[in-house]
């Protein structure tokens, strides 16, 4: 039938009223004319199979109908129709549509077509991972239709960046279509400035509350490293079990209009109108609250100033009131707070088990407090929900950098390893910009960081990144499964050593081969810098990850004061050296304003801390080899018995290209190629044509004479020494020689300079101890200064008798400069005082001295309950920073 325009549809009407007019006409037609009829066709998805709908339409002419499957409707009068979609059950599971009631239009010769989408209402909580349209937890969201607000403002998808949390409202339908989010939110845990940063442990402190950052933390125009005390943040994050929390989102902001943090109510006092977040406090005496403030509540403060004594002022508080009905879906992430045999609370949420519950990537034994986990529950009304599939999050076993080799359609490889993804892996893209770089954007060559863990088909990635960098060497970080006199295994992937290895410990100083592997353990931390060298995975660079009881701080920065090399500060951090530091890549001069450096370390009683090892940034090549020229060629030479590739880009210093010559003492830059093969940049001669040889002490022999490696070396009272003086030679030290050859091939040496500290460690009981600073140990003298550290003690402590481990290095005078004092048995600290400040009963002072308590702690009758200027007895252990650890209170 044909289908009129409405133009010309009121043509016709005038035309017949035109010929009425007239008297034309029988006298049917008196006799308006009847519309021609409609139809109307609804199509129902969403639903489970043999699951009924309940729609009821209604429209003129007193029609009414329910319908419960896809139907059409014929012969309708023309005219508006509403369509009410009824809420329906299946399993426990309600099933609604975005909109319960919606009006169309039926016309006349005309079939209009309807769709009602129903779906289960999903509330999600979890992290952005990826983008196109939004994916969280696993699962992409169509945000067509989508609302987003940002810290409460309206905003658009554009303002999310992965790793920010996020809750998502949404409908999951009953297919595999993607759920419709009708609304994101986005809310930061905190916002305001830095009041302490933890090196060691990755940590920060903003309004009171601990924030924690590791591999899978997404950092938007900041680095942890950059972060000081002047660093104003806005940090997104979820609550770990011991109250402190994991950033996964943590951007830099250049103002602070507002504070603002979320957290759980603790210690409310309506009279002093008053209560705790963490460990800050907060007065809500001039606030206005939205909702009931109770223990256990969760809230969102906001205040137009900083703390002050640890007291935050609040504007305006808002409590999370949210709730379910029973029937709607859970899809949460996040950190397990409290576990019993039947249940676990993550978030706000308290979720039970049952027979039907599915555990996926681990079993219900291995679920602990601490771990990580995706679940799907169905609520039960009360804001408690029945889980019915969770997953138990991995932790990261290796973090690797480089290019990649081979792609397949489910899989990449790097350094001859697989690697996975789920809908779970995070992407970032910091080279393209791509913002919806996903898998099936990787492609061969291009640089990627990945951090994964081991699964059966072998390593499935928790988050990739992809990066501009113009580098054939490979990163990889990881935990030791084996290792030979030579090699070091990580997760299947066998990294040779060579005398083209570095070895560092944790403390970030240059050791031996033979003490690295000495020193190593099977599930040891390293890290390591690789590149393939004719055809075999190499170490270009080696070294331990320091462990809790090393308390090494490692990062990187800019000085950015500057009063004299042993006192300047790097990103804002207070540092110190000593005579014991040790120089990569420059020299203790090359300390100045605005100079890049890698800075390893450990704190002092003071606070400060002390370098013990300093890099700095360089652009040198990839290698460094020195020595003499093994064999020679136009195209290639030989040193160390390392093929080095020569071409017309390389560089002389000190001489020309025909001044090579077997025999001559040379250092190279190399650059390793993507080949695999070693390229020389820059050659420099030896400038005074003397006999040179670097390496490590391997024997010593009487007075004045010791080998590297076969080379003999002697010395007399003429020989220079530099960084070092005679008496301090012993095996394992790296020195530089140069000399001369005699007839016996003995190299004579005119000056030793010493490459690296000689370490001394020695145990047993101190004696020859008077007040001060100088002990033996056995035959050793030992002496301690503000630089050495004390674990389980203090200088205090040290008396004839008490049995300590000492660890240092050999001074001029023979002695060991302790760097490290450990006692034996921890020695018990008694204090009485007046307490002079005051977070919590976990964490305060008397006097100077930090105290704080767990629950391991004995508190005498209400000792629990004291504050501010009460007068307590402690007993405690000192940890490394001088903290005490108290395991008795008693209230004076």
Do not use: W
Not at 144 to 172: D, I, P, R, Y
Not at 371 to 398: F, P, W, Y
């Amino acid at each position: 039938m044909k289908k009129y325009s409405k133009k010309y549809l009121s043509l016709v009407t005038a035309g017949s009223l035109l010929l009425t007019a007239c008297g034309g006409g029988s006298d049917s037609d008196n006799n308006p004319t009847e519309p021609e009829k409609g139809s109307l066709s609804i199509a129902i998805s969403g639903l489970p199979t043999n699951t009924l709908a309940n729609i009821e339409i209604s429209g003129p002419d007193s029609f009414k109908q329910v319908i419960t499957a896809t139907t059409t409707i014929p012969e309708l009068a023309p005219g508006t129709y509403t369509i009410k979609a009824l809420e329906v059950s299946n399993d426990s599971l309600r099933f609604i549509t975005a909109e319960a009631g919606t009006t169309i239009d039926v016309r006349s010769n005309q079939t209009t077509q309807e769709l009602i989408q129903y779906g289960v209402p999903q509330i999600s909580q979890g992290v952005v991972s990826g983008f196109g349209s939004v994916y969280v937890n696993g699962t992409r969201y169509d945000t067509s239709e989508s609302k987003f607000t940002h810290n409460h403002q309206a905003s658009a998808e554009a303002s999310l960046n992965v790793g920010m949390q996020v809750t998502v409202t949404s409908l999951k339908a009953d297919d595999n279509t993607s759920p419709m989010a009708t609304s994101i939110e986005y809310l930061a845990h905190a916002q305001g400035g830095v009041t302490h940063i933890d090196l060691f442990n990755n940590s920060f402190v903003i309004l009171g509350q601990t924030y924690i950052a590791n591999e899978l933390t997404v950092f938007e125009d900041i680095t942890f490293d950059q972060i000081n005390l002047n660093s104003i943040l806005e940090v997104s994050a979820t609550e770990n079990a011991d109250g402190q929390f994991i950033a996964t989102h943590i951007a830099s902001s250049s103002e602070q209009d507002e504070q603002q943090v979320q957290g759980t109510i603790t210690n409310l006092d309506s009279i002093k109108t008053t209560f705790t977040l963490g460990a800050l406090t907060v007065d809500y005496s001039q606030s206005e609250i939205d909702g009931e403030l109770a223990n256990g509540a969760i809230i969102e403060v906001k205040a137009t100033n900083s703390p002050v004594n640890n007291i935050l002022i609040a504007d305006d508080i808002d409590v999370n009131e949210q709730t379910t009905q029973a029937g709607e879906l859970l899809d949460i992430t996040g950190i397990v707070k409290a576990l019993s045999a039947q249940s676990l609370t993550v978030g706000q949420y308290q979720l039970s088990f049952n027979d039907d519950t599915e555990f996926t990537h681990g079993e219900k034994e291995e679920l602990t407090v601490g771990t990580k986990v995706n679940l799907i529950a169905v609520t039960s009304g009360d804001n408690s929900a029945v889980i019915k599939k969770i997953q138990l999050d991995e932790l990261t076993e290796i973090e690797i950098s480089g290019h990649v080799e081979l792609t397949s359609d489910d899989s990449f490889t790097l350094a001859g390893q697989n690697f996975t993804v789920n809908s779970f892996t995070q992407y970032e893209d910091d080279y393209l910009n791509n913002r919806q770089f996903n898998f099936k954007d990787i492609t061969i060559g291009d640089y990627l960081e990945v951090d994964a863990y081991q699964v059966t088909d072998g390593l499935l990635s928790q988050s990739i990144q992809r990066k501009a960098i113009e580098t054939n060497t490979l990163d990889i970080d990881g935990a030791v499964d084996s290792f030979t006199e030579t090699t070091i295994t990580i997760n299947k992937i066998t990294i040779a050593t060579s005398n083209l290895s570095e070895f560092e410990n944790s403390a970030g100083r240059e050791i031996t081969q033979q003490q690295f592997f000495e020193q190593l353990n099977k599930g040891q931390q390293v890290e390591i810098e690789a590149a393939s060298i004719n055809g075999e995975l190499t170490a270009i660079e080696i070294e331990m990850e320091s462990s809790q009881l090393d308390e090494i701080i490692s990062f990187e920065g800019v000085i950015d004061t500057f009063d004299s090399s042993e006192h300047f500060t790097v990103n804002g951090h207070s540092l110190t050296t000593s005579t014991h530091t040790q120089y990569d890549d420059g020299v203790k001069s090359d300390l100045i304003l605005g100079a890049q450096v890698e800075i390893k370390g450990r704190k002092n009683n003071d606070g400060v801390i002390l370098a013990t090892a300093i890099e700095f940034e360089s652009d040198a090549s990839d290698l460094e080899i020195e020595g003499a020229i093994d064999s020679l060629t136009e195209q290639s030479l030989t040193v160390a018995g390392n093929e080095i590739t020569i071409n017309d880009s390389t560089i002389y210093e000190d001489g020309l290209r025909g001044d090579l010559a077997i025999g001559k003492y040379i250092e190279v830059d190399v650059a390793v190629e993507a080949s695999g093969l070693l390229t020389a940049t820059n050659i420099e001669f030896n400038p005074q044509d003397e006999d040179v040889v670097v390496g490590f002490i391997t024997e010593t022999q009487g007075e004045y004479q010791f080998t590297i490696g076969q080379q003999v070396v002697t010395f007399d009272a003429e020989t220079d020494f530099d960084n070092g003086v005679n008496t301090q030679l012993a095996v394992g030290l790296k020195v530089k020689v140069s000399g001369s050859l005699d007839q016996e091939n003995i190299l004579v040496a005119e000056e030793v300079e010493f490459e690296q500290l000689q370490q001394q460690t020695v145990e047993g009981a101190a004696s020859n101890f008077a007040q001060g600073n100088h002990f033996s140990i056995g035959n050793q003298q030992v002496e301690v200064n503000s630089h050495t550290q004390y674990i389980g003690g203090g200088l205090s402590n040290i008396d004839n008798g008490v049995v300590i481990k000492v660890e240092g290095f050999i001074n001029v005078q023979g002695s060991v400069t302790a760097e490290k004092v450990t006692f034996e048995q921890e020695q018990l600290v008694k204090i009485d005082g007046i307490v002079s400040s005051f977070t919590d009963t976990t964490s305060f002072s008397i006097g100077t001295q930090v105290i704080i308590t767990s629950a391991e702690t004995e508190f005498d009758d209400d000792s629990n309950s004291f504050t501010l200027g009460s007068n307590l007895s402690i007993e405690g252990y000192l940890d490394n920073s001088n903290v005490l650890h108290a395991t008795k209170v008693s209230v004076n």
